[in-house]
């Protein structure tokens, strides 16, 4: 299961490729084409993956983990799973199907 799992984040990732190098460039130098990207976005990119990081911090105290196994741990109960999760069922049809059975 967790290779289909990983399988399936590896899909995702590579066909997103793109516009993940567009957002990462965006966090990480702005330009006046960065600006405009992040026009309609609720707060920039930077301010984003800080958060994200924060969080992940915080994640990791809160569960008093060692700091390798929670990331690890971030990574895949909180990242890899759920876009894979959401990846499957929106292709499935597997969230109408059980609506439908009611």
Known sequence: MT???LAFAIMILWHAKDYLREVF????????KVKELEAGEPV?????????AIGCLLLIASNQMDFTLGI???IFAGFIY????????????MVY???RGR
């Not at 920039?44 to 994200?52: E, N, Q």
Request: proline letters at 5%; charged letters at 10%.
């Open 3 to 5: 290779g289909g799992i």
């Open 25 to 32: 460039g965006a966090a990480i130098k702005v330009t006046p």
């Open 44 to 52: 920039s990119y930077r301010t984003a993956f800080i958060m994200l």
């Open 72 to 74: 690890i741990f971030f």
């Open 82 to 93: 759920p876009l894979v999760e959401a990846y499957a069922q929106g292709f499935t049809g």
């Open 97 to 99: 199907a059980q609506e």
